[in-house]
């Protein structure tokens, strides 16, 4: 059975530092790509990072260095966020992401950033 489960989302200042945590349960890491999304109130989803294999990192414009995404390419998948700001106030997500197999979502977690 494959599951997605965030953790590690919460408030934070501007200029602070999260780090989140996706528990993947039933998925190959070396067939599947992994992602985190994020969706802002009134807004759509979108892609912040990427990783496959292990070690090959695409990341969103947006992102500029902030972000480091990161997997033992086995259970765990982290972003670390750095010099948070208040535009990056969003529901988190961990997919698992094949280009012929379903897609696989965790529940979300919530970041605020604020001071």
């Known amino acids: 059975q494959v599951r997605l489960a965030e953790s590690g989302g919460g408030l934070a200042q501007p200029g602070g530092s999260l780090r989140f945590s996706c528990e993947t349960v039933?998925?190959?890491?070396?067939?599947?790509?992994m992602a985190w999304y994020r969706q802002a109130p009134g807004k759509q989803r979108e892609l912040v990072a990427t990783i496959a294999s292990g070690d090959k990192v695409e990341y969103a414009d947006f992102v500029q260095g902030r972000f480091q995404i990161s997997s033992d390419n086995r259970l765990w998948v982290f972003l670390q966020m750095n010099n948070l700001r208040p535009e990056d106030t969003a529901d988190y997500y961990c997919?698992?992401?094949?280009?012929?197999?379903?897609?696989?979502w965790g529940q979300g977690t919530q970041v605020t950033v604020s001071s």
């Open positions: 039933g998925i190959m890491h070396s067939v599947y790509t």
């Open positions: 997919n698992a992401h094949h280009p012929v197999l379903a897609d696989f």
